[in-house]
């Protein structure tokens, strides 16, 4: 059965940049969330989606924002990059709460 | 809000030794209790889990110990191996505080042949 898919796996962008960052889930799973990796600040949630919607929010600006389709693949977008956006984010998907959730490798994103 | 403290931050260990991961949470609602494997380049795998119904799980080499009272659960690596050199994270969880991990700050380990 095929793993979490994300692509791109890198992306470079400059600051003020608008980028969008796409992940296919396990079939089968309707719940994706997303992650921000840092070195500084470690795996950060960012929100996550059931069924197209946003059940979940972590602590991040408005300019991260996410959406999911009917066939469960998700995206997050961020917008006016800023240098501090620089991070590999990741997918996660999973069936219901509380369960295993299987991760993609991620897109390193790097803004200049 | 911190939620969950994990060390130590780094670990050596020689191969056939046993490595130790702590983990201490606060909120009383998680009842899944993960950790997980992440080899540079990849993203994070599940390698054992726990709920709060038992007080130890062992799967092959790996084994977890959790303590409820003391809000605490350990990773035992038994035989540590070079190849299980990577960076370990613990992630608990709640039914009822939304499909969200709560990423410890992950433990890097190193196994020396």
């Known amino acids: 059965k095929a793993g979490v898919t994300q692509t791109p796996r890198y992306l470079i962008k400059t600051r003020g940049q608008q980028v969008t960052l796409s992940c296919s889930p396990i079939?089968?799973?309707?719940?994706v969330s997303w992650y921000q990796q840092t070195p500084g600040q470690g795996l950060q949630f960012l929100f996550e989606?059931?069924?197209?919607?946003?059940?979940n929010k972590g602590n991040f600006p408005g300019r991260f924002s996410g959406r999911q389709f009917s066939n469960s693949r998700s995206e997050m977008n961020v917008s006016t990059l800023e240098l501090g956006d620089s991070a590999l984010y990741l997918c996660?998907?999973?069936?219901?709460?509380?369960?295993?959730?299987?991760f993609g490798q991620g897109t390193r994103l790097t803004v200049v | 809000q911190q939620q969950v403290k994990q060390s130590p931050q780094s670990l050596i260990v020689q191969k056939g030794g046993i490595s130790i991961i702590n983990c201490a949470y606060e909120?009383?609602?998680?009842?899944?209790f993960p950790w997980y494997q992440q080899f540079p380049g990849k993203g994070p795998a599940l390698l054992i889990a726990?709920?709060?119904?038992?007080s130890e799980k062992k799967e092959g080499r790996f084994t977890i110990s959790f303590n409820k009272s003391a809000k605490q659960f350990s990773l035992h690596i038994m035989d540590s191996q070079p190849g299980d050199s990577a960076t370990y994270f613990c992630?608990?969880?709640?039914?009822?505080?939304?499909?969200?991990?709560?990423f410890g700050t992950g433990t890097s380990l190193t196994v020396i042949p």
């Open positions: 996660a998907s999973s069936f219901a709460r509380a369960t295993e959730a299987f």
């Open positions: 079939s089968g799973h309707r719940s």
């Open positions: 989606y059931f069924s197209e919607t946003q059940r």
């Open positions: 909120n009383t609602a998680f009842d899944y």
């Open positions: 726990i709920r709060p119904d038992v």
């Open positions: 992630a608990p969880q709640g039914s009822n505080t939304g499909n969200q991990f709560y």
